[in-house]
């Protein structure tokens, strides 16, 4: 099994060819699906608008949310086409990867100029190799 990091420079590359290819101002749908599919060659396995249910207080709620984008069943990735991301974004995937008990998620936002731009790492709990500034749940 790849390292994480690994993997997520591999979803890193192909968002920012497609980005370069493309450019910004498509529906997030566009940006979900060809990365799926360029990920999937590569040998990644891809599900794309997982359903994941939510336990509370005894009480079972199927398909609470959905994932854009899960790979290899352990990089989350949120994918977004708007202006600028703004903290709701970052807590939206933390939450998600809370709630699955996830390490590692990318939020990739398609909408930005550059995508380097919009390209925000969010871990939970996860402190192999990412710089402690670009943690969004620092102790």
Do not use: W
Not at 19 to 31: I, K
């Amino acid at each position: 099994m790849k390292d994480i990091d690994l993997v997520s420079g591999d979803v890193i590359d192909v968002a920012l060819a497609l980005h370069r290819e493309l450019g910004p101002g498509l529906l997030e749908s566009v940006y979900e699906t060809i990365p799926a599919g360029k990920l999937t060659q590569l040998g990644y396995s891809v599900q794309r608008q997982l359903p994941v249910d939510i336990q509370y207080e005894g009480l079972l709620f199927q398909s609470a949310f959905r994932v854009d984008l899960l790979i290899d069943a352990r990089l989350l990735v949120e994918i977004k086409s708007v202006d600028l991301l703004n903290i709701a974004h970052t807590k939206q995937l933390l939450t998600y990867l809370r709630l699955m008990k996830q390490p590692v998620g990318l939020l990739l936002n398609f909408g930005a100029p550059t995508l380097k731009d919009g390209i925000r790492r969010v871990v939970n709990n996860y402190s192999p190799s990412a710089s402690p500034r670009l943690r969004v749940n620092q102790s």
